[in-house]
Each structure stands twice: as C-alpha cells, then as structure tokens.
C-alpha cells in the first residue's frame, strides 16, 4: 500500500492507492477470504418494540398524546389494576419505541444494547426507566426483553422564557438493557451447499475465489452471480461438527479481490483517494492561468550479456508545473491520478479548482474511472 500526502499553504490532499501484489507471487499481500466476504446466514437480525417510559420529571408526553395513557392502561390491566386513561393527569410518561440488532449466534440470556427513542411529544426522556417490554422480529416472534434506567447523551431545559439544550434529550441507549429470549434458528448448510457472500460484488473476484477453493477442494465451488459463491462440501465436511471446521477452512484462504476503477473527492475537506487502476488518456485542460506538463514514457532496463539479469521496461514520469497563460498538456496515455494532482498541488490549487478540473477530465471521456463526489 503506497500513500502519497501532497501538502499546500491551505489544504492537504490524501491520495491512497491500493496496491496488491498477486497472489501466485505473495501471500502476504493477498486478502483473507473472511475480510471480504460473509458466508450466507450469518447476519445480525433487527428487532423491536413499542413501550412506557416511567419517571420523568414533567418531561413526559402531553394529554393531547393519547396513545401513551392508553398504553399505560393497557400494562395496568396485565396486573390486574382497573384504570382508566383520564387517571393519567401528569407528564411523568412517554410512549417509546425500543430498537435492538441481535447478532448471529446469540443465545438465550445473552445481553444486548437497547436503543430507546420518543414517539410522543415528549420534551426529555433524561431520568426515565423503560419499563418491561417485548421485542420481536420481522416474522412478529418474541426473540428478546428490554428494561431499564435510560442514558442520555443530551438535555432539554425549559423555563418561561429561555431553554437550554444539549444534543438530542428524546433518544436514549441502556447498554446490556436486552436479554435474549428465544434464539434464531438458521443452518450453515442450504442443501448439501453453502453460499459465500462477497461484500463488495466483482465478477473476478468471484472466479478468483472459486479457483483457490477449487484448487483445494476440487470442483467444490461455483460462482452463481458476481456476489454468491456457492460451496458443496466435500463428503468428510458434511456433518454438523464437521462443517465448521470445513467454513473455518474456507476463511482463512487468501485471493486477491479486484475492483472497478474509482475516484472518490470529498468536496469539503479536498480529500481525493483513488484506486490503483485510475488512469487518465492523453487530454489537455485550461484551467485560469495554469500550466502543467506531464510527460509519461518507458524506459528499456537492459543487463550486461553475462549478468543474470532480465530485461525490464521501466516507466518515467516528468512533471514541470508553472502559472503561465497556456494549456495544461498531457502526453503518452497511462498517467495516473497522482502525477496529476501532484502538479496541481504545486501550484496552490484550491480544492475546488481541483474537483472542477477532475470533472472535467471525466466529462472528456479522459478519466478512465468512476468518479464519486461525497
């Protein structure tokens, strides 16, 4: 991995190039297979629930939000107390909404955070206690229970004339506030096959995997789709204890992931990274009163007749930057990104110059990538 920092009297440009040798060459600089990819069914699930929030000073829902004095009733009746909604005269309650994410592989008594967030008029949730609620899945099954005293990372004070507030006072987190009820049932194996996922879909990167998985495993893996690698495991692998073993196994295999061309600039920060496959064709660009010259050519690397050595092609790069009243000149296709902001950054160009001329670049058709403006 190679990063190159170009500085200039009002702002920084990073430019990151991923570099990655091959994998046949070196296994170090490859990727592990459970970096880039997932096995199917392994994903955390969300879940939720609707409830009362107890013990707020006056911060609590109004009258008007009737929902929350009938769900106070309706918690009163499972104990066996008789109220009506109109018995409910102060802002001591909110109703909320609970959100959870349950990981893969979570058990029954497993804790997990309890985001708690107002669904009412409620000015602050700031010293409430969640009071017992169920939480369920997409499929309405009951999987975990919420309770407990919120924390807030903010507050909302009001008095007649002036108010103070700090971040946002209706949102609020329990950390461990969740116990798992009920585990979420799912199988490794679909079949008698189990799919890989890669996190970032490429078509090459697909067949790179199922050639190191084949290589190990013959005619075990198959690429369905530029995402879905699908598996069959070999007859020694099949069984419950042993397929992990067999996932294990798959995991800790290195490949190298390819990728499409792409430029990322942030506009506010003037952050440009680019990926090692940029390329910019032979074009020239106007730009105020910039000059740039970028002249890119080979080389010829040639041993002595009784060396050991090989024949190399070396590339040359020659930049020369000044402000003059002419155009900007790129010669020999094949220059990179970098030889192009480096020059530019020379001369002091502002971020927004900068992405004006990349822009630009691309609309020529000159900029061989995609280009993505955060």
């Not at 829902?61 to 018995?87: H, P």
């Not at 807030?152 to 004339?161: A, K, P, R, T, V």
């Not at 879905?228 to 007859?235: A, N, Q, S």
């Not at 692998?237 to 042993?242: A, L, M, N, R």
């Amino acid at each position: 991995m190679n990063i190159v920092l170009v500085y200039t009297r009002t702002f920084f440009l990073i430019i990151l190039f991923l570099c990655i040798i091959p994998y046949h060459k070196s296994v170090d600089a490859a990727i592990r297979v459970k970096d880039i990819a997932y096995i199917k069914g392994v994903r955390d699930n969300q879940l939720y629930g609707y409830g009362l929030v107890a013990g707020l000073q006056g911060s609590g829902d109004s009258q008007i939000f009737r929902f929350t004095r009938q769900l106070a009733v309706n918690i009163f009746e499972k104990l066996g107390v008789l109220i009506s909604d109109s018995d409910f005269l102060s802002r001591n309650i909110a109703a909320v909404t609970i959100t959870v994410n349950i990981p893969a592989f979570s058990r029954p008594g497993d804790k997990l955070d309890v985001v708690v967030s107002s669904i009412g008029d409620a000015k602050s949730l700031e010293g409430g206690v969640l009071l017992q609620t169920a939480l369920q899945g997409a499929d309405n099954e009951v999987y975990a229970v919420a309770q407990g005293p919120l924390s807030l990372g903010g507050y909302n004070i009001e008095g007649q004339s002036q108010s103070v507030r700090k971040n946002i006072a209706t949102t609020a987190y329990i950390s461990n506030g969740a116990i798992v009820e009920k585990e979420i049932q799912f199988s490794l194996l679909h079949g008698k096959s189990l799919s890989v996922v890669l996190r970032d879909p490429d078509f090459t990167t697909a067949n790179r995997l199922v050639e190191v998985i084949n290589t190990i495993y013959p005619n075990a893996a198959k690429a369905i789709d530029a995402a879905v690698v699908t598996i069959v495991p070999p007859k020694d692998f099949q069984s419950e204890d042993s397929v992990i073993r067999f996932v294990a196994n798959i995991e800790e295999l290195y490949i190298k992931p390819d990728s499409i061309a792409r430029v990322v600039i942030n506009e506010r920060t003037g952050t440009i990274v680019a990926g090692e496959n940029v390329r910019i064709s032979t074009v020239a660009v106007a730009h105020g009163n910039l000059s740039i010259t970028i002249t890119e050519r080979a080389e010829v690397s040639q041993p002595g007749a009784l060396s050991s050595g090989q024949t190399a092609i070396v590339p040359r790069t020659d930049i020369q930057a000044e402000e003059e009243e002419k155009r900007l000149n790129i010669i020999q296709e094949g220059v990179t990104i970098s030889d192009v902001a480096r020059a530019l950054n020379i001369l002091g160009v502002t971020p927004r110059d900068l992405i004006s001329i990349f822009q630009a670049i691309k609309r020529a058709g000159a900029l061989h990538a995609e280009l993505v403006i955060m």
